[in-house]
DNA sequence: CAAGAAGGCCAAAGCGCTTTGGAAGACTCT
DNA sequence: AGAGTCTTCCAAAGCGCTTTGGCCTTCTTG
C-alpha cells in the first residue's frame, strides 16, 4: 500500500494525502480525518526510503563504534543505551551503530554525513579538544556530546555529569575523617572526564594543604584486573594510602580483592569510595563491606540525550547547551576515619 | 556531486556510470577505468537513500532491541556487539539498532521488514517455539539466530555453542571428583540456553545415577545479587551442594560472596565452574581462587554471525544451516574433590 | 458588486539512483 | 553481401515520497 494507491482510493491527489497525513494546515479538517482514517484502516505506512530520499530526513540518530580487536566497547556502553532506547522508542527513532576503525573515526563521521544517514549524532567519551566534536560540529550535523572535551575555541552542546565535583566530595569526605594520604584509581586520563575526577580529588586535598601523590594516582582502563594491579601497587608503597576513590564498580572489584589478598581490610585499613553508573546487574551495596559511591545513573543520561537529540532535530533546541548533572555522594561502610 | 554531474563531466549517461562503478560486465573495460578514475578524484559516493529507494538494499543489519523502564539489556550484548562490529567494519555494514517494546517486538519486526529499513536481522536470547524466530521467518527477510529455539516446525538458520554439552562436561568432572550433590544456578529458563544447560547438567548425573534435586537449580536473571542470592539459598540448605556450575561470571561473583559469607571456602567447601563469555574486564584466572570455566567467545561468535549475514544478503549462504560451536572446560583452582 | 483574500485541492517536478528495453556500430559467419 | 551476434552505450521509466506553483471556489470587504 503505498502512497499512490492510497490517493486513489480516496479519490484525492498525492499531495493533499500527503499533507494531510503530515499535518500541514492547508487541507480541511474534514478530509483530513477522511485520510488519516483510511491511512489507520489500510496500514499504510510512508515508505521511508522514498520520504527520506525527498526530505533528508531520516528518523535515525547516529553513534560511530571505535571497533578493532584491541579495543573494547565499554560496558557502560549497554546502560547507556537502555536509556537512549527507552527515550528512542517511543518516539520512533531507530539508532544506528557505523563501525569505524578505532584510529580512523573521522571517515566515518564524514560518510555518514555526507550521505545524510542520520539526523543526528551523539559523541562519547570525550577528549580534551576531540577532534570529533570540531569535525561534527563544523560539518553541520545536529550533535550532542556525552561529557565534556576540553579547550576547544568554540561551545557546543553536551551532557555531563559533575565528574570534578563528585571526586571533590568524596575527597573532602576522606580528608575529614582524617585520611592524608590518598590515592586515586582513575580511568584512561586521555579521556575528559578522568581529568575532572582528579581535579576534583586535587582541589580538596589542596584546600587542606594536601598532595595528590604522583605515585597514589593510576590512570588505567577499567577492568577488574586494572583495578586489582593499581591497588596492590598502591597498598604495596612504604607510605600506602589510607583511602582510595575509584573511578569505577569494576575497578572496584579489584580493590576490594587486593586488600582481601593484602590481608587487609575495608574500612580498617582502607577506605574506599567508588564511581557508579549505576549497573543492573553490580550493586555497591552487594559489595561484601557496603561499598561508598558517587552514583549517576548512566541510564537516565542516555534517555536525556536522546530526547536532546530530538529536541534539535526537530529545531527546538538550538545552540549549544551544556548541561551538568550533580552527582550523589552515598556513603556506606566503606569509609571511616583514618587509621591511628 | 551526483550521478548525473558525474555523467556529464564524463560525457557517458547515467546508466553507463552507474554500471561501471557497479561491476556489471556491459561496460567496456577502458571506460569502466575511465569513470572509476573519475569517481574517486571527485571523491563520488552514490547517495545511500536514493540507491536504496531503486534498489531495496540498505547495507544494514538490523537488531530490534528490546526496551523498557524494567528492561535490562544484556551485558554481554557489548561484547557480541564488539564482533559483529569489527566484521561490519570492513564490509561497510552498519548496524540499527530499533528499541521495542519488550512486551510487542513483533510490531517492530514488522515495520523494519515492510520498510525496507534493513538486508538482514538477527535474533538473540532466543527461546523454545520463539515468535520471532517464526515471524522473521514468514517474513521473508535474511536472519540468523544467535543460540537456537525448540520445537519450531521448521528449520532455521542459527549460530550456537553447545551449551548442553559444556554443562555436560562441567557436572561430569564434579562426578567424577566424587561430588554427589551439584547445584546449577542458571539464567533465566525461558530461554533455550539455559534449558540446554541444565539438561546437560542432568544427563551426566543420570548417566552415574544421579539427580538434580529441584531445590537444587536456580533460575534467575544474571545479576551478581542474585548469584549471592542463589548460592545462600543453596548453601544453607540441609543437604547443601558440593559443588556448584554457574551460567555466568558475574553471577559467580556473587556467589563467591556468599561463600565467603558464610566463612566456606572454595574449593575446599564447594567447588565451582561458571560459564565465561569471555569479557575482558571481568576474568575468571583473576578470582580470588582462580574459577573453572565453560569458555566461549561471544565475541568471536559475534564477528561469525556478521559474516554469515553479510553472506546470506548477497546470496553467498543459504537454507537453515545451523553451526554449533564447541566449547572448552578450562580446568582452575576452584574445582576439587568432594569433601570428605 | 467587483476586487482581493483565503481555503482547499491538484498536476507535475523533483530527490538520485538502478534497470529495462532498445539502438548503433563492429564483428563473425555462411 | 546480407543476416545474425556481440559489444557498448543510451533514453527513459521507475522507486514512493514531498513540495512548488497554480487553479478553482468561496468568503470577505470597501
Not at 8 to 29: C, D, F, I, K
Not at 72 to 91: C, K, N, T, W
Not at 162 to 183: I, K, S
Amino acid at each position: 500500500m503505498n502512497l499512490k494507491q492510497l490517493s486513489h482510493m480516496l479519490a484525492l491527489s498525492q499531495t493533499t494525502v500527503s499533507r494531510a497525513l503530515n499535518g500541514y494546515p492547508e487541507v480541511n479538517e474534514e478530509t483530513r480525518r477522511r485520510v488519516m482514517d483510511a491511512a489507520k484502516r489500510h496500514g499504510y505506512r510512508p515508505n521511508p526510503s522514498a520520504r527520506r530520499l525527498a526530505t533528508g530526513k531520516t528518523g535515525m540518530i547516529g553513534y560511530v563504534l571505535p571497533t578493532g580487536s584491541a579495543v573494547d566497547i565499554d560496558p557502560h556502553f549497554v546502560e547507556f543505551l537502555s536509556g537512549l532506547g527507552d527515550y528512542a522508542r517511543s518516539h520512533e527513532l531507530d539508532l544506528v551503530l557505523s563501525p569505524a576503525d578505532a584510529d580512523d573515526q573521522e571517515t566515518t563521521y564524514r560518510r555518514i554525513v555526507a550521505n545524510r544517514q542520520v539526523d543526528a549524532v551523539y559523541i562519547s567519551s570525550p577528549r580534551p579538544a576531540d577532534r570529533r566534536v570540531a569535525l561534527v560540529n563544523t560539518l553541520g550535523i545536529p550533535f550532542i556530546v556525552h561529557g565534556r572535551s576540553e579547550g576547544c575555541d568554540f561551545d557546543y552542546p553536551f551532557l555531563d555529569i559533575d565528574n570534578e565535583g563528585a571526586f571533590h566530595e568524596a575527597a573532602r569526605l576522606f580528608v575529614q575523617l582524617g585520611h592524608r594520604r590518598l590515592a586515586l584509581i582513575n580511568g584512561d586520563n586521555r579521556e575528559t572526564f578522568a581529568i575532572h575526577r582528579e581535579r576534583g580529588v586535587r582541589r580538596a586535598l589542596a584546600a587542606s594543604g594536601l598532595l595528590l601523590a604522583e605515585s597514589h594516582v593510576c590512570s588505567i582502563t577499567m577492568t577488574e584486573e586494572n583495578g586489582y594491579r593499581a591497588a596492590r601497587r598502591l597498598l604495596e608503597q612504604s607510605d600506602a594510602p589510607t583511602a582510595i576513590i575509584c573511578s569505577s564498580l569494576i575497578m572496584a572489584l579489584g580493590v576490594v580483592r587486593a586488600v582481601r589478598d593484602l590481608g587487609l581490610t575495608v574500612p580498617g585499613d582502607l577506605s574506599l569510595i567508588a564511581h557508579d553508573d549505576v549497573f543492573p546487574w553490580l550493586k555497591p551495596e552487594n559489595f561484601s563491606v557496603p561499598l561508598s559511591t558517587t552514583r549517576s545513573s548512566i541510564r537516565l543520561a542516555g534517555a536525556r540525550i536522546a530526547e536532546r537529540l530530538a529536541a534539535r532535530i526537530s529545531g527546538l533546541e538550538e545552540g549549544a547547551r551544556g548541561e551538568v548533572w550533580p552527582v550523589d555522594l552515598v556513603v556506606r561502610s566503606s569509609v571511616a576515619g583514618a587509621p591511628a
